[in-house]
């Protein structure tokens, strides 16, 4: 939304000039009390009588007097319609004498944009100005000065904003705001003047704020902001202080701007002092009696150089420990004592536990579309229970987790005249939980092939999912609808239906169609075990046909010959999950967990098939990050049968081993199609990083992969001899319009007869 900042209309002021003028003519010339016999209005061009009439306190055959003419008076300008009000008597008769403000007909814009129209219109709705408001004069020009300090807030210094008010038929006006917004000012050079320790370049790196680069059109990190700036101050007076001088010291700050108001340099001033070194680490006041447990928590060790961050992070898991214990206002202070001659310095943490507090109510606000039970149910802080800091934290982090709020705060507040008692306030800012997914790919033997997933992940505010698939490739053609209910019972145990119907055509190299169809549906169910893990337990039901065709590969031939063209399973699956990653786009540091068992038990097929994934993320210097993946699948028939092929797995492609064509490992039949097989094995790895010239923006980074694997038999060794690999380099973006993947790159270990496809993309669209 545009930031207007609240005005406060300036028709106040007015208002009480007049009543002053109207109130003081009485006390000179004063009336008589008498009884009315008539009341008229006149002036009225849009308002309603009716309105008029509402507001006066007095009616026909009513006493009239001075107090309530004054009263009359407060009530009409009250209602914000009249710039001028009076009351004058002819005989026993008052007439209302009225002049109306004129009406806002049309608000407009010319020369528009940097902002968005419609978060603009509203905010200036919210501030008084907008279609079928009164027209305020005041209010026009102060809402052109806030318009033109946001233009500043975004370098904009050359920016106009013109107001043009264009009376109309019907005391009516349009109010029409011009732009000149200009070009945005540039930085042009960031100086540091006092750096010793560490070169400029070094500590200009670690800015948001950035001269022009090949990428700033991108990141707009080269536009000044005062906000931005104040950041990168903090982290440079955090970069020395972690580095032991305790004394650094920002002594200015110099912005000029150029006399075309285009270019921008900035010059800051520091004072580095010297390093200090920690010599002791003391805890001082009231620790509950468990100093074992505080001291356990210290970041901070002698011998070591100061670093202001361990300070903070100690005092904040001081400040952690009380609130499990009920503290919520729990004080702790570090204090260094400075040894300058020796460049040494020991820290002493006092602590104030204050007084232990209850939870009296837990309040949800921000939620315009999502039910206020679906972020209740999951807290674990409960009213009128002991104040649990880890509790209330786990809370916010699973409400965060649901993925339907870009923020999460969690605000706690004093009770008045209950010390003893604290009011929790859920903070959320909703974001659209609707997703598209569109893939798309291209080869010799599918041409281009294209898929598409839609979903939304909060159904009409309830938590509740509900999700369409569509797959259109030349081979595999999915159609499947989902929808699933994460507290399907008040304990917690969720629901999944999947209802589906699946295609395949795989590649034959004799050029004949044939389709193997499976419809189906399951249903699962989801038992959280702690607060990270989660059980699943489903169970399914699918019928696979296998056409018939003279192309017909020879391995899906025998099968269909010996147990049937028709096959009926009801496969029952168990799993368990756990996500600590820190985000599902963009990941840079966590760990995904997931084990997955299908163990067909009854019907015309008996197998058992299982899959299991681990995926982990560490954050490396230079804003680097390494991402591992390994997955692996194994199928085993039961009861005398082979592994029914239609459950194969297969690889190659996107979320597999890339540069080789979707599906393409693994067996090939002797008509050349691909079959897949029933082990799998995915080792995948990635290296991300910035994007030269786009400082610390991590919506686009640059990546290195390698993968490997390749799918076996049922009974053939997984040898790693025949293990496919592939490397290439990459670019992951969170554009505006949803993530995008594209990779390139070329096998490192290849077959003859393998299909190469080396450029693959993926984009997803939110709405």
Not at 99 to 125: H, M, N, Q, W, Y
Not at 483 to 494: E, R
Request: a neutral charge.
């Amino acid at each position: 939304m545009f930031p207007v900042s609240p005005i406060v209309p300036a028709r106040a002021a007015a208002a009480v000039l007049a009543l002053a003028a109207v109130v003081a003519a009485p006390s000179a010339r004063a009336v008589t009390p008498f009884v009315l016999k008539d009341i008229r209005v006149e002036g009225l061009q849009r308002t309603d009588p009716g309105t008029v009439f509402a507001a006066l306190p007095f009616r026909i055959g009513d006493t009239y007097n001075d107090d309530k003419g004054a009263i009359a008076l407060r009530s009409l300008f009250a209602t914000g319609l009249f710039k001028d009000v009076r009351i004058e008597i002819e005989g026993e008769v008052a007439v209302v004498i009225v002049d109306e403000r004129a009406v806002i007909a049309t608000v407009g814009f010319v020369g528009l944009k940097e902002f968005d129209k419609d978060p603009l219109t509203k905010s200036l709705k919210e501030a008084g100005i907008g279609e079928g408001l009164p027209f305020d004069r005041a209010l026009i020009d102060r809402a052109e000065q806030e318009i033109k300090r946001q233009y500043l807030s975004r370098s904009l210094y050359g920016a106009e904003v013109v107001t043009t008010v264009t009376p109309i038929e019907r005391n009516r006006v349009n109010v029409t705001f011009t732009m000149t917004e200009g070009e945005a000012a540039r930085i042009r050079d960031i100086r540091i003047v006092g750096a010793r320790a560490f070169s400029e370049s070094t500590l200009r790196g670690l800015f948001d704020l950035t001269t022009g680069g090949w990428l700033t059109w991108y990141t707009k990190s080269d536009r000044y902001s005062r906000a931005k700036l104040n950041a990168d101050l903090e982290t440079l007076r955090a970069h020395y202080v972690n580095r032991g001088y305790l004394e650094f010291a920002i002594e200015s700050t110099q912005v000029t701007i150029s006399p075309d108001k285009q270019e921008i340099s900035i010059t800051i001033s520091i004072r580095e002092g010297q390093p200090y070194t920690v010599t002791a680490v003391r805890l001082e006041g009231d620790y509950l009696g468990k100093d074992d447990e505080f001291k356990a928590l210290v970041r901070l060790r002698p011998g070591e150089p100061y670093r202001g961050e361990a300070v903070t992070e100690t005092a904040k898991a001081f400040g952690d420990l009380f609130g499990a214990y009920g503290y919520a206002f729990a004080r702790v202070e570090p204090r260094p004592d400075i040894d300058r001659a020796r460049g040494q310095v020991a820290v002493t943490l006092v602590a104030d536990p204050q007084r232990r507090v209850y939870v009296r109510r837990i309040d949800v606000a921000g939620n315009t579309r999502t039910r206020d039970e679906v972020v209740r149910r999951e807290f674990r802080q409960l009213e009128s229970s002991w104040y649990d800091g880890n509790r209330i934290k786990l809370s916010r982090d699973r409400v965060d987790r649901l993925g339907y709020f870009n923020d999460v705060n969690v605000d706690t507040a004093e009770v008045a005249g209950a010390p003893d008692q604290v009011d929790l306030t859920v903070a959320v800012t909703e974001k659209p939980t609707g997703n598209l997914l569109i893939g798309a790919s291209y080869s010799n033997a599918e041409k281009l092939g294209l898929s598409a997933s839609i979903r939304q992940d909060n159904v009409f505010g309830s938590g509740n999912y509900l999700g369409l698939e569509l797959n259109t490739s030349r081979t595999n053609r999915t159609v499947v609808v989902s929808t699933a209910d994460p507290y399907f019972t008040v304990d917690g145990i969720s629901r999944a239906v999947d209802v589906f119907y699946r295609t395949s055509r795989p590649f034959n190299s004799l050029g004949d169609e044939y389709q193997i169809s499976t419809p189906g549906a399951s249903v699962r169910f989801g038992v959280p075990v702690s607060d990270f893990d989660t059980v699943f337990l489903g169970i399914g039901a699918e019928s696979t046909r296998i056409g018939t065709s003279t192309g017909i590969p020879n391995s899906y031939y025998l099968y269909r010959e010996t147990y049937g063209a028709n096959s009926l399973s009801l496969p029952l699956t168990l799993g368990w999950a756990r996500d600590s990653r820190d985000s599902a786009l963009a990941p840079t540091s966590g760990r995904y967990q997931r084990v997955n068992f299908e163990w067909g038990f009854a019907g015309d097929v008996r197998y058992l098939r299982s899959n299991l994934q681990y995926q982990e993320y560490w954050p490396l210097p230079l804003k680097m990050t390494l991402g591992v993946n390994a997955e692996i699948g194994l199928g085993k028939g039961l009861g005398g049968r082979p592994f029914p092929i239609f459950k194969n797995f297969y690889g190659g492609g996107l979320g597999s081993v890339r540069v080789f064509e979707q599906s393409s490992l693994g067996v090939i039949d002797p008509t050349g199609a691909f079959i897949g097989g029933a082990r799998r094995l995915n080792l995948n790895a990635e290296l991300y990083f910035p994007v030269p010239g786009t400082g610390n923006d991590k919506s686009l980074r640059i990546f290195a992969f390698a993968d490997a694997g390749n799918v076996w038999r049922e009974g053939e060794k997984m040898d790693t001899g025949s293990l496919r690999a592939s490397a290439g380099i990459g670019l992951s973006w969170i554009s505006p319009v949803g993530p995008l993947k594209l990779s390139w790159g070329s096998p490192l270990r290849a077959q003859p007869n393998d299909r190469i496809q080396r450029f693959q993309f993926q984009i997803g669209t939110a709405f």
